[in-house]
Structure formats: C-alpha cells, structure tokens
C-alpha cells in the first residue's frame, strides 16, 4: 500500500491551504464564539490521558455546558469516567449546533481542576460546512448498509462495533503534533464510508476541503489517533484509538468513490480499542429531537463570523476593505444570506454526487395523491386518494390501509379504514378526528389536493370475502368507515344479499356518511335497511333513542328477526362489542357468524407518558418519546425494524422482549404462544421501562382483529 510520510507527499496530493484559510484563526474569543458556546449542547473533545493514550469522546448535555471565564479561558466538566488530560496538555474541540452545518474548532492547553476541566484558549476558528453536511447529521436518519462482525480477532470483530461502523455518517478525528497541540477535526460522508480491511485495520478516506490537513501534518510526527462516531438518532457513540498511517493507494481508494468523486488520501488506522457505549451528553442533549434544533435568530451565521475573524487579521490595505464590509454584509442580514449560502452549498454537494450516492432506499409503500377532501362531518373528513401510476386499488371490503404522514419532521402512520369499494384507481380513506388525534388533525387541518402522500396495505381480516345471503352490520362513530366500504361493495355486486346497518352517534349532526346512506337505502330498497340511534338527539329527531348498548341491540334485533344464516359484522369501541357480543351470546350465533373490529387507542398505564431508551440488539439504543411505538423510534432512528400494518393486525413486526417492561394495544394478532415466548408487537408496544429487545427473523401468523 503507497503511504505519504512527507510533507511534500501531503501538498502533492492536497495541496496548500490559501492564505484566507490560514487567516480565519483568532487566538481569542471574541462575542460571536460566546453567543455559539452559549447555544452548543455538545462537543467532541480530543487530549491525551497521563499514559499517553490518544482519547476522543463527547462532552456537554445542555446548551451553555463550556462556560467562557475570559476570551482566552474556557471551562467545563470533565465527562463523566474519563481519565484526566496531562496537566497543561493539549485538548481540542469541534463544539457543535444542531441544525447548523458549520462547526465551531477550538484549540489549547487544558488542566483539571475541583472536576472541571480549565482550558487555556490558542486558536479558534470555524469549520466550514463541508462534514456536517456530508454526513447529513442534523437530517432523518438514513438506512446503513449491513454490518456484520468481521472474520477472525480483533476490536473490529465485534458485532456491535460493525453494526455502528457500517451506520456512521460523522467523526470526530483527533491527533497530536510532536509538541503536544492537539486538534480534532469533524468528518462527514454517507453512512457505511469506512472501510474495515480486517478485525483491527479501518480506513477513513479524506476527501476535498479546506486543505489544512492538521490530522495529516500530525501524524507525520506522531501516529497515535483516536476517533469518536456519531449516528443520528442513537443515543450511543463509538470510540476508537489507536495508530494511523497515511495513503494515497489508488486501487484502496477507488471502493471508496462517491458517484464519481474519489477520495484524495485517507487513513488506515490500526485499531488497538474499539467500544460501543451509551453517552449521557448526547442523551441529555437531545439532539436528534429536530424540534430542539437551535434557534438560528440566537446564534450568529457561521459564515459571517469566520468573515469577521478573517477580516480581523487582514490589512487596512484594499483587500482588508472589501473583507471587512462582505463581513458586514453576512452580519447584518443573516435571514438572507444564510439561505443563499445554503442554497450555494446544496449545489456544491449535488456536484460532488450526494445527492445522488448512495441510492436511496423507496419510500415504503404505494406513492398516492390528494385528488379531493371531503368534509362529512364537523370532525370527519374523507380522503379521496389516487394511485400516482394509475393501478387499481385490490383490497377487501372493510380493510384498512395505513396512511404515512410527515408532521413536523417526524414520520407518522396510523392506520383508516377504505370507505369506498375495490376494484378503482381512487381509494377514499375517513379519518374521523379525535380529542387527542395527533394524525386525525393534521389530515382534517393540514392535508389539501394535491399533496403526495404513500399508504401500506391493505391489512386486516375485518372484511367479507364472499357472498352472503344476509349481513347484519353494527357500527358507532367512525366504525361506519368499513361498513360503508362492505355496503357499496356488495350492492354493487352480489344480487341477493340483504342488509341491515344499526348505526349509532350522538348527534344527527355527527352522523357520517348520513346522505350517502340514505341515497343508497332509497336506490335498494329491498336489500339495505338502515336504522340509527342517538344519544343526544335534537328535539326534531324522530328516530331511535340511546346507545347501543344491549338493551338497545337486542330490542333492534328481536325487531328486525335476522335469519338463521346472517352474518353479524361490528365495529366500534370495547364497550360497544362486548354489549353486542352479549346479545349474540344469547340469541345463539355462532363464532364463525361474528366478526369486529375495535376503534381504539394505547391504553394510557404507567410509563406511557414517559420518555424511556430501547436498546435493539447490536443496532444501538434510542429514545422512544413519551407516548412512541417502539416501531416508531426504531424507524425514526432508521434501525432495521420490520413491519407492515402498523396497527397490529399482520405480525410483521414481531420481535422479543429481552429485558424490560411494554404495554401492549389490544386486541391484536399475537398468539398466546408468542407471547409465553416473550414475543411482541413492536407497532403497538409502549415501554413501561427502558427495554431491550431483539429483532426475530421467523414471522409471526396474522390474523386476529386489528386494533385501530
């Protein structure tokens, strides 16, 4: 393998910084390094521990955690069970502001003192936006290429430390020179960038920068290098250290191209300590909830203070002049510029090719669009969605498809039943909105014509699958959805087949679909009578009063007198079935004449309001908010998770709970011999407690009603 072991290899390759590089280096803080240190939650932090090991980890937790004593003075606490820095050694810096692409680098001497490590400040400067943004870091989590132990020994041969090499997007490099200063730099790529030759030898590759090459220049003089890598979403960071040579091997660094952008150089790095540990400043700095990104109005554009530092060593000559007003300029109108040059950098990253590599996984799912919005009720609206390809939507008569929405930046799925028939390209989906309904009220306040939107399905095994002579259909609230879907489709198929709908609402206001139904009974007569029950009714109303509760039922059904062979569909609340359930039970229908389906939510229990941390397997461990699916953390963090419904109807989602406590919807598919087997259902599964699981490659059977 070539190595580079000169400085005239390394300018050869890179070559030299230009001199407004060089000049961007202040030996003080001035207020804009202040106002970034008061914002900066989180740091990675380079030194040298007193046997001379080469040491990367994180520091921080809250924003403010590195306290500026004086513009050359700095101090903050020494990360919990790390070994003291070498008293007046080299420590270094890459502070960093979620959602800012931009990094700001601090270099100096550092000494522990009652805890807190006190940082003489000797160079500060910022670091353009070329890693953060290559590495996508402050974006949703991207899909990692597999990663798996390695053959034979070594601290790469870890089945933990592959896994988060093969999902890293972003390190913290760190190194020394011969006289001790030491620097960390950022590196950013797509997930999956670093190439493990064997169990103890990784290769990092270097690719166009700033030209500054610090980590190259130190190890020249001295081989020891430590690294610290980040995945968004895990709460878990790797450590590795050991020594690094340099190469610029052609063969090597061809494997590791970008579209066609191929490394300049990289590291091979001899890796003597690898671990995989969580971290509680990136837990208690949150930041991957992208709601807590900081607030750009408080912090100064990045641009524009590497601007003034540059202008602040420059000469009062010409070139001194036009600096200093640019920096002017990115001062005074950052809600400007920061979007130019942002927009400047995309640009410069879709010509290095990433926006194009590595190729981007299809959305799961079946791409539709808004074609109408419907509003049936104050509170129900109907989403008139066609397939973006023109194929016909297959489903039965009272499935469900599951809606996948983007709110806020975080993905949502919840599942709604078809109200129209199979068998057309446009499938209409009733979302009835709910107190508490996070997705209900986006679709009914914020979904409009024309958006895009991407289901899964059909899942469910509500449905009618063939021709019956007569159905009994009971329904309450939103349980219409998947009635109206059986009543259009069996009107418009079967000639023979009766049927009775027992609608129940509070008000006749609230009554879904109560035009549709009554245009349906009057175009069939003599195969759809529907009856309705009100709660609350208004003084006109001339129809039946209460709640279907038993005495309600029975009272309709001893009216109505339903053959001997009818088939009896319910869908609503727990109450509401286990009253029809009663009446059915005692005029003798059998099981396999029954079918329901429950509209319903997680049970709220103890820890369902509480933030916890799911560790899966090797993947890592993530936060699952308060109120979170397991599923929905694990696919926000971009683990591997399997699924398909979403709602706990098909099984997909099976995985076993190894440690910990989760409350569970129901009812769902699970057997009661999956779960004596430990076994759940991460799409309707909230911790109790943190938890750890494993993911199960058998599937689990479907079947079972679907919780809503």
């Known amino acids: 393998m070539q190595q580079l072991s000169t400085v005239a290899d390394i300018e050869a390759i890179i070559g030299r910084p230009v001199d407004a590089v060089m000049r ?121 290429p597999a990663g798996g132990a390695r053959a034979g020994d070594g601290p790469l041969a870890d089945p933990r430390v592959a896994a988060f090499l093969a999902a890293t997007p972003f390190l913290v490099v760190s190194s020394q020179d011969a006289g001790g200063d030491s620097d960390s730099s950022p590196r950013g790529d797509n997930p999956g960038f670093l190439k493990v030759l064997d169990g103890r030898t990784l290769v990092v590759p270097d690719r166009r920068g700033n030209k500054r090459a610090d980590t190259f220049h130190n190890l020249l003089t001295d081989d020891r290098l430590s690294l610290v890598a980040l995945v968004p979403g895990r709460l878990e960071v790797l450590r590795l250290s050991g020594t690094a040579r340099l190469t610029d091997d052609p063969e090597l660094l061809a494997t590791m191209a970008v579209g066609a952008q191929v490394p300049h150089a990289a590291m091979v790095l001899t890796v003597v300590e690898a671990t995989v540990a969580p971290s509680v400043a990136v837990e208690s700095a949150q930041v991957w909830d992208r709601t807590r990104h900081v607030d750009l109005d408080a912090v100064p554009d990045l641009n524009a203070l590497a601007a003034v530092h540059l202008a602040s060593n420059m000469s009062r000559g010409w070139k001194g002049r036009l600096v200093r007003l640019i920096a002017r300029g990115l001062s005074r109108y950052p809600r400007l510029t920061r979007p130019l040059m942002g927009s400047m950098f995309s640009k410069q990253l879709l010509s290095e090719g990433y926006g194009e590599s590595p190729p981007v996984p299809p959305a799961p799912g079946r791409a539709v669009r808004v074609a109408e919005v419907v509003r049936e009720t104050a509170e129900a609206t109907t989403l008139v969605l066609e397939d973006v390809e023109g194929s016909v939507f297959d489903f039965l008569p009272g499935q469900f498809f599951t809606l996948v929405l983007d709110i806020g930046g975080r993905t949502v799925r919840r599942a709604y039943s078809a109200s129209s028939a199979p068998g057309s390209t446009r499938v209409t989906l009733t979302i009835k909105r709910t107190t508490d309904g996070y ?225 569970m919807a129901e009812p769902n598919c699970l057997s009661r011999a999956d779960r004596d087997r430990g076994f759940i259902l991460a799409c309707v599964a909230q911790p109790r407690t943190e938890v750890v699981v494993e993911l199960d490659s058998p599937k689990a059977g479907s079947g079972g009603p679907g919780a809503r």
């Open 24 to 144: 961007k280096q202040i030996d003080a803080l001035d207020d804009g390094c202040r106002r970034v240190l008061a914002a900066a939650p989180l740091a990675g932090l380079g030194y040298r521990d007193a046997e001379g090991r080469q040491r990367t980890t994180v520091a921080g937790g809250r924003a403010g955690f590195a306290e500026v004593e004086s513009p050359r003075r700095i101090s903050l606490p020494l990360p919990a069970g790390e070994p003291e820095p070498v008293a007046g050694g080299g420590v270094s810096f890459v502070f960093l502001l979620p959602g800012v692409r931009e990094v700001l680098r601090i270099n100096g001497t550092g000494t522990v003192a009652a805890g807190r490590l006190v940082v003489a400040v000797e160079q500060a400067y910022v670091h353009c936006a070329r890693a953060v943004g290559r590495s996508g870091l402050w974006a949703a989590p991207r899909p990692a």
């Open 439 to 663: 997705a209900s009220a986006h679709v009914r306040d914020v979904v409009r014509p024309g958006d895009d939107l991407r289901i899964l399905g059909p899942s469910g095994s509500f449905h009618v699958d063939r021709p019956y002579r007569e159905l009994v259909l009971l329904a309450a609230g939103s349980g219409i959805t998947p009635m109206m879907s059986i009543i259009r489709s069996v009107l418009a198929g079967a000639q023979d087949t009766r049927i009775t709908l027992l609608y129940g609402n509070r008000t006749e206001a609230g009554i879904i679909f109560s035009a549709a139904l009554a245009d349906l009974a009057r175009a069939h007569p003599t195969r759809l009578s529907v009856h309705h029950v009100l709660s609350r009714p208004g003084p006109q109303w001339g129809g039946r009063r209460g709640r279907l509760d038993p005495e309600t039922v029975g009272g309709v059904l001893a009216e109505l007198a339903p053959g001997a062979g009818a088939h009896f569909y319910s869908c609503g609340p727990a109450g509401m079935l286990a009253g029809v359930n009663a009446v059915l039970d005692e005029i003798g229908v059998p099981a396999e004449r029954r079918h329901e389906e429950t509209f319903g939510s997680l049970p709220a229990r103890a820890g369902a309001g509480v933030e916890q941390k799911m560790t899966v397997g090797d993947l890592g461990t993530v936060t699952v908010a308060a109120g979170q699916t397991l599923l929905d953390a694990g696919l926000e963090a971009a683990l591997p998770l399997p699924y398909s419904c979403t709602v706990g109807s098909c099984g997909e989602c099976r995985i076993r709970l190894r440690a910990g406590e989760v409350t």
